[in-house]
C-alpha cells in the first residue's frame, strides 16, 4: 500500500490537523481537486508554487463522511486519495494546474495507480463548475490526440461533491519524510514513468549564465530587460506582431516558456499570453513599483525578469502574460526537433 508506515488513528489525531497556507495576492480564490493514485506524489509537485494558497490531501468522491485513511486505503469506501489545491486565480490559472496534474501520475492506467491496485487509487479530475469541467474535457482531448501515450487517457472528469482532509501525517508528507517519499516514488514505479513521458525543465538543465557572460552575449536592452528589469517599447519590439508558429524560450537559459498556440492579440504592444508552458518554470513575485500592485513574471531557472501578467486577459484563464520580447527567444516550429524542443512540439500543433 502506499502509506504502510502509518501510525495509529489515535497518534494522527494527537498530531493536530492544522493546514499550512499561503498569503494570497487577490480575494478571488478557487479550489481544484486531483485524484492521481498516492496522495504523496500528487501533493508534492504542487508545493511551493506561485499562486497556490494550500495543497492538502484527502479523500474525494465517496458516500462515507468523515472517512479515514484505514477505511480508504483498504477499499471500504468509495473515497479515491485525492489532494485539493487553493489558488488564487490572478496569479496562477486552473489551466495551467490541470497541466501540471497530468504530469504527476499515468493517466492511461485503469484500476489503480502504479504497484496501488482498487479504486481508492484510480485517478479522477473532480470539477468545481463548469468553466473547469471545459478546461478539464480540451485538456484531455489534446493530450489523447498528441500521441505522448500508447494507450488512451482513462482519466474521469466528474463533478465534485467532496472532500475530507486525510490525518496531519499524511500533510505535507514529501518534506516531512523525504527519504520515505523518494523510495516510495521510485519503487513505485512512477518516477520512471513521469521521466519517460514528460521533458525536464530544472536548472540542470537550463542553467543561468553570470552577468558578465550576459554582457557580451545578450544586446544591451535585453540585458537591461533580464538583469534590471527593465521594460521595452509597445509596438516597437521584435514579437508582439509575430504569428508564426513555434514556442518562446528564456534567452538567459533557454527553459521554455510559451507556445505561439497560447499567444494572442491583447492590442498591449507587448507579445501576449494566456498561460505558459509549465508554470512550475516561473516565478511570480508581488511587484509594487511604479506605484502599482502588479504580479511580476521571472523565469526561475534564468533568474531573469519576463514581464508581468493581468487578470484581464481572455477566457478561461482570465490571465494575460504581457511579455518582453527582449527577454525571449523564438524557436520556429520546423526548428524545434533540432534545437532540442522536439518534446514540445505537440503543443504547438
Known amino acids: 500500500m502506499a502509506c504502510s508506515s502509518s501510525p495509529t488513528e489515535k497518534e494522527a489525531k494527537d498530531l493536530g490537523s492544522e493546514i499550512e497556507t499561503e498569503e494570497a495576492f487577490s480575494s478571488k480564490t478557487q479550489q481544484a481537486t486531483f485524484a492521481g493514485g498516492c496522495f504523496w506524489c500528487v501533493e508534492a509537485p504542487f508545493e511551493d508554487i506561485d499562486g497556490v494558497i494550500s495543497v492538502v490531501s484527502g479523500y474525494s468522491g465517496g458516500k462515507e463522511k468523515d472517512p479515514t485513511y484505514a477505511e480508504v486505503s483498504s477499499g471500504k469506501t468509495s473515497h479515491r486519495e485525492s489532494v485539493q489545491i487553493t489558488f488564487d486565480p490572478e496569479v496562477i490559472s486552473y489551466s495551467e494546474l490541470v497541466d501540471i496534474f497530468w504530469q504527476t501520475f499515468d493517466p492511461t492506467d485503469v484500476g489503480g495507480s502504479f504497484f496501488d491496485r482498487g479504486t481508492q487509487y484510480e485517478s479522477a479530475i473532480f470539477y468545481h463548475n463548469d468553466t473547469q469541467r471545459k478546461v478539464a474535457e480540451e485538456s484531455k482531448s489534446l493530450l489523447d490526440k498528441s500521441g505522448k501515450f500508447k494507450k488512451p487517457i482513462a482519466t474521469p472528469i466528474i463533478k465534485y461533491s467532496n472532500f475530507y482532509p486525510a490525518e496531519q501525517y499524511h500533510q505535507d508528507y514529501s518534506e516531512k519524510n523525504p527519504d520515505e517519499y523518494k523510495a516510495y516514488k521510485i519503487g513505485s514505479g512512477r518516477q520512471e514513468c513521469i521521466l519517460t513521458n514528460w521533458p525536464v525543465i530544472s536548472e540542470g538543465v537550463y542553467p543561468a549564465k553570470s552577468k558578465g557572460e550576459l554582457k557580451k552575449s545578450l544586446t544591451p536592452l535585453q540585458y537591461q530587460v533580464t538583469m534590471e528589469d527593465a521594460t521595452e517599447f509597445a509596438f516597437q519590439n521584435e514579437y508582439n506582431g509575430n504569428k508564426e508558429s513555434g514556442i518562446y524560450v528564456c534567452i538567459v537559459s533557454g527553459a521554455p516558456l510559451f507556445s505561439s498556440k497560447d499567444k ?51 477566457e478561461p484563464t482570465n490571465l494575460r502574460y504581457c511579455m518582453n520580447s527582449a527577454a525571449m527567444k523564438f524557436i520556429p516550429k520546423n526548428e524545434m526537433e533540432a534545437a532540442g524542443y522536439g518534446d514540445y512540439l505537440w503543443l504547438v500543433d
Do not use: C, N, Q
Not at 511587484?287 to 531557472?301: H, L, N, P, Q
Open 264 to 314: 494572442y492579440e491583447s492590442g498591449s504592444g507587448w507579445p501576449s499570453f494566456t498561460k505558459p508552458i509549465d508554470a512550475r518554470a516561473l516565478e511570480k513575485p508581488i511587484d509594487r513599483s511604479a506605484g502599482m500592485t502588479r504580479v511580476e513574471i521571472r523565469s526561475k531557472y534564468g533568474k531573469s525578469h519576463l514581464g508581468h501578467s493581468f487578470y484581464d486577459g481572455p
